[in-house]
Protein backbone atom coordinates (compact mmCIF):
# COMPACT_ATOMS: atom_id res chain seq x y z
CA UNK A 1 0.00 0.00 0.00
CA UNK A 2 1.16 3.26 -1.06
CA UNK A 3 0.44 6.79 0.32
CA UNK A 4 0.61 10.08 -0.93
CA UNK A 5 -0.14 13.19 1.05
CA UNK A 6 -0.42 17.02 -0.78
CA UNK A 7 0.16 19.91 0.75
CA UNK A 8 0.64 23.22 -0.11
CA UNK A 9 -2.44 24.69 -1.82
CA UNK A 10 -4.02 27.65 -1.05
CA UNK A 11 -5.35 31.24 -2.18
CA UNK A 12 -2.62 33.79 -3.43
CA UNK A 13 -3.05 37.06 -5.50
CA UNK A 14 -1.43 37.20 -9.02
CA UNK A 15 2.58 37.32 -9.56
CA UNK A 16 2.71 35.53 -5.95
CA UNK A 17 4.36 32.21 -5.46
CA UNK A 18 3.24 28.49 -3.82
CA UNK A 19 5.35 25.46 -3.55
CA UNK A 20 3.86 22.10 -3.20
CA UNK A 21 4.87 19.27 -1.51
CA UNK A 22 4.15 15.40 -2.44
CA UNK A 23 5.38 12.71 0.20
CA UNK A 24 5.20 9.19 -0.81
CA UNK A 25 4.93 6.40 1.90
CA UNK A 26 4.40 3.03 2.16
CA UNK A 27 5.73 -0.14 0.32
CA UNK A 28 8.08 1.27 -2.21
CA UNK A 29 10.69 -0.94 -4.13
CA UNK A 30 11.82 2.32 -5.55
CA UNK A 31 10.21 5.31 -7.43
CA UNK A 32 10.03 6.16 -11.35
CA UNK A 33 9.10 9.45 -12.24
CA UNK A 34 6.83 12.17 -10.18
CA UNK A 35 5.01 14.68 -11.60
CA UNK A 36 1.93 16.83 -11.08
CA UNK A 37 -1.34 17.61 -12.72
CA UNK A 38 -3.93 19.81 -12.68
CA UNK A 39 -7.51 20.46 -13.48
CA UNK A 40 -9.58 23.55 -13.76
CA UNK A 41 -13.29 23.53 -13.39
CA UNK A 42 -14.88 22.26 -16.72
CA UNK A 43 -11.52 21.29 -17.72
CA UNK A 44 -9.95 17.74 -18.30
CA UNK A 45 -7.12 17.13 -15.95
CA UNK A 46 -3.44 17.92 -18.12
CA UNK A 47 0.26 17.58 -17.61
CA UNK A 48 1.72 20.61 -15.39
CA UNK A 49 5.43 18.94 -14.97
CA UNK A 50 7.03 15.80 -14.56
CA UNK A 51 10.65 14.44 -13.83
CA UNK A 52 11.97 11.23 -14.18
CA UNK A 53 14.81 9.44 -11.93
CA UNK A 54 17.17 10.46 -14.55
CA UNK A 55 16.65 14.06 -14.07
CA UNK A 56 15.05 14.48 -17.12
CA UNK A 57 11.90 17.24 -16.52
CA UNK A 58 9.03 17.68 -19.10
CA UNK A 59 6.94 20.66 -18.35
CA UNK A 60 3.59 22.27 -20.20
CA UNK A 61 4.09 24.92 -22.29
CA UNK A 62 1.84 27.80 -20.05
CA UNK A 63 4.40 27.36 -17.28
CA UNK A 64 7.47 26.91 -18.53
CA UNK A 65 9.77 29.31 -16.75
CA UNK A 66 7.58 29.38 -14.20
CA UNK A 67 7.39 26.11 -12.15
CA UNK A 68 10.28 24.07 -11.09
CA UNK A 69 9.78 20.65 -10.21
CA UNK A 70 11.80 19.10 -8.10
CA UNK A 71 12.69 15.48 -5.87
CA UNK A 72 14.06 14.42 -2.83
CA UNK A 73 14.68 10.71 -3.58
CA UNK A 74 15.75 10.45 0.12
CA UNK A 75 12.38 11.54 1.33
CA UNK A 76 10.48 10.16 -1.41
CA UNK A 77 9.33 13.52 -2.13
CA UNK A 78 8.40 16.00 -5.01
CA UNK A 79 7.63 19.67 -5.03
CA UNK A 80 6.28 22.30 -7.33
CA UNK A 81 7.72 26.00 -7.06
CA UNK A 82 5.25 27.56 -8.43
CA UNK A 83 6.36 31.81 -9.25
CA UNK A 84 4.49 34.39 -11.09
CA UNK A 85 1.11 32.61 -10.64
CA UNK A 86 -1.84 33.74 -13.00
CA UNK A 87 -5.97 32.95 -12.72
CA UNK A 88 -5.04 30.90 -15.32
CA UNK A 89 -2.95 28.38 -12.93
CA UNK A 90 -6.24 28.17 -10.77
CA UNK A 91 -7.25 24.41 -10.03
CA UNK A 92 -6.61 21.25 -8.55
CA UNK A 93 -3.40 20.19 -8.70
CA UNK A 94 -2.01 16.56 -8.07
CA UNK A 95 0.84 14.29 -7.96
CA UNK A 96 1.52 11.13 -9.26
CA UNK A 97 3.79 9.36 -8.55
CA UNK A 98 4.92 5.95 -11.00
CA UNK A 99 6.26 3.25 -8.26
CA UNK A 100 8.13 -0.18 -8.90
CA UNK A 101 6.95 -2.51 -6.79
CA UNK A 102 8.87 -5.49 -8.45
CA UNK A 103 11.15 -6.16 -11.25
CA UNK A 104 7.61 -6.67 -13.57
CA UNK A 105 5.03 -4.51 -11.79
CA UNK A 106 4.81 -0.79 -11.61
CA UNK A 107 2.10 1.25 -10.84
CA UNK A 108 0.99 5.06 -11.37
CA UNK A 109 -0.57 6.85 -7.65
CA UNK A 110 -2.40 9.57 -7.07
CA UNK A 111 -3.20 12.31 -4.03
CA UNK A 112 -5.88 13.55 -2.69
CA UNK A 113 -5.64 17.32 -4.83
CA UNK A 114 -4.92 20.45 -2.94
CA UNK A 115 -6.64 23.61 -4.67
CA UNK A 116 -4.74 26.75 -5.92
CA UNK A 117 -6.41 29.87 -6.26
CA UNK A 118 -4.98 32.53 -7.81
CA UNK A 119 -7.04 35.82 -7.43
CA UNK A 120 -6.89 38.81 -9.99
Known amino acids: QVQLVESGGGLVQAGGSLRLSCAASGSIFSINAMGWYRQAPGKQRELVATLNNGGDTNYAHSVKGRFTIIRDNTKNMVYLQMNSLTPEDTAVYYC??????????????WGQGTQVTVSS
Open 96 to 109: QVNIRHSANYEYDY
